[in-house]
């Protein structure tokens, strides 16, 4: 029986892969050591079994004392993430100063660097998020006025120990003491930018229930909007560039099947390619359930995966502060 961690988290996540998903199922840095025992630990199923039945996740309750700009808050705290990493990628250069400062304690960037990309249509999507992630960044610190919290340290940079490297490690795409360089191809960048727009779909859906302010809200649907745009493309493409090169698929999986592992026990995530459809090239562009509907992430669940770490935790990987704002802590075992 190993002892390694992470190759733990992987045996555990394949025995759990083969009883999983035909369709979706109900619900909503640290060192690598620590990650993988946190994802060990979500790999296993409680249960026993696979869960079944299709129900569309519910709408969170609102959270008595959380309010609309305690929300708005949060969704910053990713969108600083979002747009520094796809800033540098495109230009090679970060947010302008004017747009981080606030309330908190404000932090630097850690790594990021300009993609020499080989494909030409990557780079024009690369730069069209970018210019959204910060348009977002600027409509959301508007909207909070003097409330809004300044930018917290991020790291997205490609030494080994990075959160890049730690999640990449984590999925089991590189291997011990290995560095993940998100900017080193079209390809890396793609499976970086995969992490992160997921993450993003799911936080805005799930944020629903927590804003009362109609007028929040409607802004709110429309990040989501623009959000689920971008994953849907970053998927799009992941998969267009896998049918030829069936590794990034297997990549793609891989990354899904941690970040499921980091928000839970319950089965949310999917990949790119289908399950249980017959055919190993079969597309999943929309991750739905079988009711065609998106699923949710709670803050706590979003949390655990920006912090690459399941248990109860202010601060870790892709914020090594933690966040600033009221809403900072990560979820509980997952739930």
Same mark, same amino acid.
């Given at each position: 029986? /190993?002892?390694?961690?992470?190759?733990?988290?992987?045996?555990?996540?394949?025995?759990?892969?083969?009883?999983?998903?035909?369709?979706?199922?109900?619900?909503?840095?640290?060192?690598?050591?620590?990650?993988?025992?946190?994802?060990?630990?979500?790999?296993?199923?409680? !249960?026993?079994?696979?869960?079944?039945?299709?129900?569309?996740?519910?709408?969170?309750?609102?959270?008595?004392?959380?309010?609309?700009?305690?929300?708005?808050?949060?969704?910053?705290?990713?969108?600083?993430?979002?747009?520094?990493?796809?800033?540098?990628?495109?230009?090679?250069?970060?947010?302008?100063?004017?747009?981080?400062?606030?309330?908190?304690?404000? !932090?630097?960037?850690?790594?990021?660097?300009?993609?020499?990309?080989?494909?030409?249509?990557?780079?024009?999507?690369?730069?069209?998020?970018?210019?959204?992630?910060?348009?977002?960044?600027?409509?959301?610190?508007?909207?909070?006025?003097?409330?809004?919290?300044?930018?917290?340290?991020?790291?997205?940079?490609?030494?080994? /120990?990075?959160?890049?490297?730690?999640?990449?490690?984590?999925?089991?795409?590189?291997?011990?003491?290995?560095?993940?360089?998100?900017?080193?191809?079209?390809?890396?960048?793609?499976?970086?930018?995969?992490?992160?727009?997921?993450?993003?779909?799911?936080?805005? $859906?799930?944020?629903?229930?927590?804003?009362?302010? $109609?007028?929040?809200?409607?802004?709110?649907?429309?990040?989501?909007?623009?959000?689920?745009?971008?994953?849907?493309?970053?998927?799009?493409?992941?998969?267009? $560039?896998?049918?030829?090169?069936?590794?990034?698929?297997?990549?793609?999986?891989?990354?899904?099947?941690?970040?499921?592992?980091?928000?839970?026990?319950?089965?949310?995530?999917?990949?790119?390619?289908?399950?249980?459809?017959?055919?190993?090239?079969?597309?999943?562009?929309?991750?739905?359930?079988?009711?065609?509907?998106?699923?949710?992430?709670?803050?706590?669940?979003?949390?655990?995966?920006?912090?690459?770490?399941?248990?109860?935790?202010?601060?870790?990987?892709?914020?090594?502060? !933690?966040?600033?704002?009221?809403?900072?802590?990560?979820?509980?075992?997952? /739930?």
């Amino acid at each position: 029986m /190993t002892n390694d961690p992470i190759l733990q988290v992987l045996e555990a996540c394949e025995q759990r892969r083969n009883a999983r998903r035909d369709f979706m199922r109900y619900a909503g840095t640290a060192a690598v050591a620590t990650a993988g025992a946190s994802l060990l630990a979500a790999c296993s199923d409680s !249960g026993g079994g696979p869960i079944n039945g299709a129900t569309p996740t519910p709408t969170p309750t609102a959270t008595t004392g959380v309010t609309d700009a305690d929300v708005f808050n949060f969704a910053l705290n990713l969108e600083y993430l979002e747009a520094q990493f796809y800033a540098f990628a495109a230009t090679g250069s970060g947010l302008p100063n004017s747009s981080l400062t606030g309330t908190g304690t404000q !932090g630097a960037v850690t790594g990021g660097r300009q993609v020499t990309f080989s494909d030409p249509l990557v780079a024009r999507y690369a730069r069209e998020i970018a210019a959204d992630e910060l348009a977002h960044v600027n409509f959301l610190r508007t909207t909070l006025g003097s409330a809004a919290v300044a930018q917290p340290a991020i790291d997205i940079g490609v030494t080994a /120990t990075s959160a890049f490297s730690n999640a990449a490690r984590a999925a089991g795409l590189i291997g011990t003491g290995a560095a993940f360089d998100v900017y080193a191809n079209d390809e890396n960048f793609l499976l970086g930018a995969y992490i992160f727009e997921d993450v993003g779909v799911t936080a805005y $859906k799930g944020a629903v229930g927590f804003i009362s302010n $109609k007028t929040f809200l409607e802004a709110a649907a429309g990040i989501h909007a623009a959000e689920a745009y971008h994953a849907g493309l970053v998927r799009t493409v992941l998969y267009r $560039k896998g049918v030829a090169t069936p590794a990034l698929l297997d990549a793609a999986d891989a990354i899904s099947n941690a970040r499921d592992s980091l928000d839970g026990s319950t089965d949310l995530d999917q990949g790119i390619r289908a399950t249980g459809s017959g055919s190993t090239l079969a597309s999943n562009i929309v991750p739905t359930d079988n009711s065609g509907i998106a699923f949710s992430r709670t803050p706590g669940q979003v949390l655990n995966i920006v912090y690459l770490n399941r248990t109860a935790q202010t601060a870790g990987g892709f914020f090594p502060n !933690g966040v600033n704002g009221t809403i900072r802590q990560s979820a509980a075992s997952g /739930t």
